[in-house]
């Protein structure tokens, strides 16, 4: 069975520094990772999708990259602000489950203004 | 276009009480999925839909848990009795059908407290 592992659980920093955030995976046979974000009380909101075989993509402030060799994928967050203080997710779909995802525990950001 | 809709999204019952939830997915995505999701935790799949077509139940707690799909569109998680124990966010999420590379998209998500 796919594990996903999200290092460090929370991470605080200060408004304008640039972050990672660090998503491992057991089994590097997957169609597709995703990124999201989840806010408190909220569901989660969709960030990037990176395709097997693709290295990264990014959107405004945020890159995600993916290294399915080594099962890891890190999200690269630019100039952070305390608006991107949140929950940070990952999510593998596998080749083996076809339509199954599998999460990780997530990244509590903080921002600090 | 709209997203994933959930209702209720706030729901108090006492233990033993059933409880229902109703999810609506993005048009045109035939793959619908119920998770529940525990404080700190992530989602953990209850069940998978292909059209009305339940594929993956393994998770679902069958003594008390039930979903259905009719028509292959909207889908209900019912809860019957509820326990302490059952106590998360179920989050509904859709993507599309046969695209293994397809985006998931999740809706709001429906807190339940059992008292």
């Known amino acids: 069975k796919q594990e996903v592992t999200q290092i460090p659980a929370a991470l605080s920093v200060p408004e304008g520094e640039n972050l990672v955030l660090n998503c491992s995976f057991t089994?590097?046979?997957?169609?597709?990772l995703q990124w999201f974000r989840q806010d408190p009380g909220k569901g989660l909101t969709s960030l990037l999708l990176?395709?097997?075989?693709?290295r990264e993509q990014t959107s405004g402030r945020l890159n995600a990259s993916l290294d399915k060799s080594s099962g890891r994928s890190t999200l690269y967050i630019a100039a952070s602000q305390p608006g991107d203080s949140a929950t940070y997710l990952c999510?593998?779909?596998?080749?083996?489950?076809?339509?199954?995802?599998?999460f990780g525990t997530g990244t509590s950001l903080t921002v600090i203004p | 276009e709209a997203g994933v809709v959930q209702s209720p999204r706030y729901k108090i019952i006492e233990k033993k009480q059933p409880v229902a939830f109703w999810c609506n997915p993005i048009s045109g995505h035939n793959t619908l999925y119920w998770y529940r999701q525990n404080l700190g935790q992530g989602p953990e799949l209850l069940i998978r839909?292909?059209?009305?077509?339940?594929?993956?139940d393994s998770q679902l707690p069958k003594d008390r848990f039930s979903a259905e799909r009719l028509k292959g569109v909207d889908s209900t998680l019912k809860i019957q009795p509820a326990e302490l124990g059952d106590s998360a966010v179920y989050l509904c999420a859709s993507s599309l059908k046969g695209q293994f590379t397809g985006e998931l998209f999740f809706g709001e998500g429906s807190r339940l407290t059992v008292l």
């Open positions: 990176i395709q097997s075989s693709q």
């Open positions: 999510a593998v779909r596998p080749r083996d489950t076809g339509n199954q995802f599998y």
């Open positions: 089994d590097s046979a997957i169609y597709n």
């Open positions: 839909y292909e059209n009305e077509e339940a594929v993956d």
